[in-house]
C-alpha cells in the first residue's frame, strides 16, 4: 500500500463489543486446524470477539487449542462433519454477530452442502467464502445474486477453475479479467489468490494486492486470511475494504516470516504470529 492506513484509536471508556463479533463456521475430524488458524487469525486482527461452530466431538481438541476464542459445539453427522441438523442453532447463535466466515476445513459431506447452501439463503450479515465453502456454492452459482449478505469468496486457482468451469492455466493468464468479471456477474468482492492477488468487486473496482512469497504456498495459509478479512468485516469495514487490506497485512505478515526463517520452512503458524507485527507496522493511530 502506498500510503499508511488510519485505524482509529481505541477509547479509554471501551469494551469488546465495540470492535465487532466474528462468527466462524469451520472444521471436521482431521481438520480441526484450519477452523483454529481462522479463528486466532481474526483476534489477532483486531475483532473483539470470536466464536468458532464446530461439530461437537471436536470441541474438547479445540478449547486445549485455543484459550481466548469461544466455541460452539455443533450437531454433526457419523463422519464427525458438520450436519444439516445444526442449522437452526447457528442461525440462533447469529442473532448478535456482526459477521460470519465459513468454510476452513468443513469436507464436502452432502450433509454439510444442505447447512451450508440453507445457511446462505437466511446471511444477512457481511460473510466471506472460503475453501470447502466456495466448492460447495460451485454448483449452485445461483445462489450468490440471492443472497441478502455482502459476500467475499476467497479462492486459489483451483477453486476458481470450479467456480467458472474454466482451465486453471486460462485463469492464470487473465487474472484481473476472470476476478473482475466474476465478481460483476455475481454481485460478490472476489479474491483471487496466488502472485499478486487480485482483488475485485462488483463496482468494477480492482486492486492488486503485492505483498506475499513462494513460502506462503503452504497448509493453512488461506485460512488465517479468511480469518484475518473476517474480522475486518466485523469491525465495521466494507467488503472490498476488507479484502485489500486483509490480504496486504496475509501478505506482509508471510514476508516478515520469511525474512526471519525463510520460504522453504514457512508454515501457517509462522504467519499467523507475524499477523501483530504486520498490523503495527502499516497502521497509524490518529489521535
Do not use: W
Not at 486483509?246 to 516478515?256: E, K, P, Q, R, S
Request: charged share 20%; net charge positive.
Amino acid at each position: 500500500m502506498k500510503k499508511a492506513v488510519t485505524l482509529r484509536k481505541r477509547k479509554k471508556d471501551t469494551h469488546k463489543g465495540d470492535y465487532g463479533h466474528l462468527f466462524i463456521l469451520a472444521g471436521s475430524v482431521g481438520m480441526s486446524g484450519a477452523a483454529c488458524l481462522s479463528a486466532e487469525a481474526a483476534l489477532r486482527s483486531g475483532c473483539g470477539l470470536a466464536t468458532l461452530g464446530i461439530p461437537k466431538s471436536l470441541n474438547a481438541i479445540v478449547e486445549r487449542k485455543l484459550t481466548e476464542v469461544i466455541t460452539k459445539p455443533l450437531a454433526e453427522t457419523k463422519q464427525k462433519t458438520l450436519s444439516e441438523k445444526a442449522l437452526p442453532v447457528v442461525i440462533a447463535l447469529l442473532k448478535n454477530k456482526n459477521a460470519v466466515a465459513i468454510g476452513p476445513g468443513l469436507t464436502q459431506h452432502k450433509q454439510v452442502k444442505k447447512l451450508i447452501l440453507n445457511l446462505l439463503g437466511k446471511l444477512k450479515i457481511p460473510t466471506v467464502l472460503d475453501a470447502d465453502a466456495l466448492n460447495i456454492v460451485a454448483d449452485k452459482l445461483s445462489i450468490l445474486k440471492k443472497a441478502k449478505a455482502p459476500l467475499i469468496l476467497t479462492p486459489h486457482p483451483g477453486e476458481m477453475s470450479k467456480l467458472i468451469k474454466v482451465k486453471t492455466k486460462n485463469i492464470q493468464n487473465n487474472r484481473k479479467k476472470v476476478a473482475s468479471e466474476f465478481a460483476k456477474k455475481h454481485n460478490v468482492t472476489i479474491v483471487l489468490k496466488g502472485h499478486n492477488t487480485v482483488i475485485a468487486n462488483a463496482k468494477g473496482k480492482v486492486h492488486i494486492n503485492k505483498t506475499g512469497n513462494p513460502g506462503m504456498a503452504t497448509a493453512g495459509s488461506g485460512d488465517v486470511l479468511t480469518g484475518i478479512i473476517g474480522s475486518f468485516l466485523a469491525q465495521g469495514m466494507s467488503p472490498f475494504k476488507a479484502a485489500k487490506i486483509g490480504t496486504y497485512i496475509h501478505g506482509l505478515a508471510g514476508d516478515l516470516a520469511a525474512k526471519e526463517i525463510g520460504e522453504i520452512s514457512l508454515v501457517a503458524g509462522d504467519i499467523l504470529k507475524k499477523v501483530p507485527q504486520a498490523i503495527k507496522k502499516i497502521f497509524l493511530y490518529s489521535h
